[in-house]
C-alpha cells in the first residue's frame, strides 16, 4: 500500500511522514510520497527531506519519493496537509473565512488532478483546516465515501485524554466520541462516553461529577470566556495559563489546552499527526473501526427527525475503502442543540463555494 503526503514539508506534514515510518505504518515494500509545489520553498525542501528521512529511518524505512505537482500523486491513500495554517502567536486571531478563501484554491487543485489522474480508489484523509471545506471540496470530486477529515477524530482524543486524567486513568480504558466542528465549535458527546471498568451506574456518577452540574447549552460561551482568560494570563505567565487550564471541565480542557499550544507557538503538530496516522493506519490494516471523522452526509442519519446533508464530524466506521456507516444515535438534548447550531455555521461556511448542503452522492 502506498501513501501521499501533500505538503509534505510543512509542520505537520513532516511529522506524519516521520510518524508513518517511525510506528512502521509502512513496510519496506511500501511507497512513500512526499508531494511538495515547484518553484517555491517546499520544491527543495521535500528533496532534503527525503534524504533526512532516511537518514534516520534506513533499516525500516518504506521506498520515498518526491512529486512536486498534483498530477504526480499517485497512492492508495493521500494525507492533505497542503494550505496555510492559522498563525502560532499569542493573541493572534484564527480567521476561519480568511484560512478558506486561501486554501480553497489548494484543495481545488488537488481534488480535480485526483479525479482527472489518480486510480479511482484513492482515500483522502484531510488535515488542513478548514478541516470541513477539504471534505466539501474533495468529496465533490472523488465520492463522498473516500474522504474524511481527521479533525474529530483529533478531538476525539483530546476529550478522552482530559476525561482520563480526571480519573486517573490512561486514555486507552476512555470510550466516547466527539462531532460537530473540529476545534471550538466541537461538541462533545458526554452520552457516548464509556470507561473501561465501571458498569453504568457507577459511569453515569463518574460522567455527572466530570460535567459538575453544566450543560453544553452554554459551552461555546465557556470556550470563548476561557480563551480570554488565557490571553490575559499568558501575557503575564505562560506556564500560569496552562495551570489554570488543569483546574477547568474536561470538555473546557479539550479544546483550551490545544488552543492554547497553538497560541504559545509550539503549535500541535506532534499530536495531529498521531491522530491522522491512526485514521491512515486503519484505512491500510484491512479491518473496519469506529473512528471520529468529518464526513459528508447524505441523509445517512437523522438529528431530532431532520436528515443531516452536508459535511459534520460524527462517529463512523472506517476501513480500506472509505467510511462506511454512520454511527450517531439520537443525542442528548443539549448535544443535539449544539449539533444543529454547528451544522448551520459548517453550511454558511461552505457557502460561498457552491457547497452548502450539496454534496453529491
Avoid at 476561519?96 to 484543495?107: P, W
Avoid at 500560569?240 to 487550564?245: G, K, P, Q, S, V
Avoid at 472506517?318 to 442543540?337: I, Q
Wanted: aromatic content about 4%.
Amino acid at each position: 500500500m502506498d501513501v501521499a503526503v501533500l505538503g509534505a514539508t510543512g509542520d505537520v506534514g513532516r511529522q506524519v511522514c516521520t510518524q508513518l515510518i517511525e510506528r512502521r505504518v509502512l513496510p519496506r515494500a511500501s511507497r512513500l510520497q512526499l508531494v511538495g509545489r515547484p518553484g517555491g520553498a517546499s520544491g527543495r525542501a521535500v528533496y532534503g527531506l527525503r534524504e533526512d528521512l532516511v537518514d534516520a529511518f534506513d533499516e525500516h524505512a518504506p521506498l520515498i519519493d518526491v512529486a512536486l505537482s498534483p498530477e504526480e500523486v499517485v497512492a492508495d491513500v493521500v494525507i492533505l496537509t497542503a494550505g496555510r495554517t492559522a498563525p502560532a502567536t499569542t493573541g493572534a486571531p484564527t480567521d476561519r473565512a480568511a484560512l478558506a478563501a486561501d486554501n480553497h484554491a489548494v484543495f481545488a487543485s488537488y481534488a480535480r488532478a485526483l479525479a482527472e489522474h489518480g486510480s479511482g480508489h484513492e482515500v483522502v484523509v484531510v488535515v488542513s483546516n478548514p478541516v470541513e471545506l477539504g471534505v466539501a471540496v474533495m468529496a465533490r470530486e472523488l465520492g463522498r465515501h473516500r474522504v474524511i477529515g481527521m479533525g474529530a477524530w483529533l478531538d476525539t482524543l483530546r476529550f478522552r485524554r482530559e476525561i482520563a486524567v480526571s480519573l486517573g486513568l490512561r486514555r486507552h480504558r476512555i470510550g466516547g466520541f466527539v462531532a460537530g466542528q473540529h476545534g471550538a465549535d466541537m461538541v462533545p458527546l458526554w452520552s457516548t462516553v464509556r470507561i473501561s471498568g465501571l458498569d453504568p451506574e457507577e459511569r453515569r456518577r463518574a460522567v455527572d461529577g466530570l460535567r459538575r452540574g453544566r450543560s453544553l447549552a452554554h459551552f461555546g460561551d465557556e470556550v470563548a470566556h476561557a480563551q480570554t482568560e488565557l490571553l490575559d494570563l499568558a501575557a503575564q505567565d505562560i506556564g500560569a495559563a496552562f495551570d489554570l487550564i488543569d483546574t477547568w471541565p474536561p470538555d473546557v480542557r479539550a479544546v483550551a489546552r490545544p488552543w492554547m499550544t497553538h497560541q504559545s507557538g509550539a503549535k500541535t503538530a506532534t499530536g495531529t499527526a498521531n491522530a491522522t496516522v491512526d485514521l491512515v493506519d486503519t484505512v491500510l490494516d484491512g479491518r473496519e473501526i469506529v473512528v471520529a471523522g468529518q464526513v459528508a452526509l447524505a441523509g445517512e442519519v437523522s438529528l431530532g427527525g431532520t436528515p443531516l446533508h452536508g459535511v459534520i464530524g460524527a462517529p463512523v466506521v472506517l476501513g480500506p475503502e472509505g467510511w462506511t456507516r454512520v454511527l450517531l444515535d439520537e443525542p442528548a438534548p443539549d448535544e443535539l442543540a449544539r449539533l444543529t447550531e454547528c451544522e448551520q455555521r459548517i453550511d454558511a461556511g461552505l457557502q460561498p463555494w457552491g457547497l452548502g448542503r450539496e454534496v453529491p452522492a
